[in-house]
């Protein structure tokens, strides 16, 4: 489950990252129910963005901000009490690790589902059913 953090320089302190994307990773793993999963855990992976000012924006006009980005099989996030549970948990995340200097309404967090077949690990394309197999046993 790739994990994109995108911020504006600046919007977060100089070695914040590492924190956040532990602490989002953990987020993610707790509200589907998959802490110490063998088989989840290694496929959370991460990149963090950092994003010159000047260059991100909200209705065309430059501000800083920071952005949380999952990219998952399309069973992820699929309850309403995930979706709201880890979204306000990583805003706070990011919120807190800002020390509160980057407010919650310049924090965006969104998930894209992957097609279905789609999910590449170690070079095999599985369906849901075939990772949601894997991760049962992990």
């Known amino acids: 489950m790739p994990l994109t953090l ?3 320089e600046g919007a977060l302190p100089e070695g914040a990252e590492k924190q956040i994307v532990a602490k989002l990773t953990d ?3 707790k509200w589907h129910g998959l802490v110490d999963n063998t088989v989840m855990t290694p496929t959370i992976t991460a990149q963090v963005h950092v994003i010159p000012k ?3 924006f909200t209705g065309g ?3 800083s901000g920071a952005w949380v980005e999952w990219k998952a099989p399309s069973f ?5 009490e995930i979706q709201i549970g880890h979204i306000e948990e990583a805003t706070n995340i990011v919120h807190e690790a800002s020390g509160g200097n980057l ?3 310049q924090i965006w967090v969104n998930v894209v589902h992957a097609v279905d077949g789609a999910w590449g690990i ?3 394309a599985m369906t ?3 990772l949601g197999e894997a991760i049962s046993k992990g």
Do not use: I, V
């Open 103 to 105: 407010p919650k309404n």
């Open 54 to 56: 000047g260059r991100t």
């Open 128 to 130: 849901n059913a075939e």
């Open 27 to 29: 987020s993610m793993l």
């Open 6 to 8: 995108t911020f504006t």
């Open 122 to 124: 170690g070079g095999l």
């Open 76 to 80: 992820a996030f699929s309850t309403r």
């Open 61 to 63: 006009q430059e501000l």
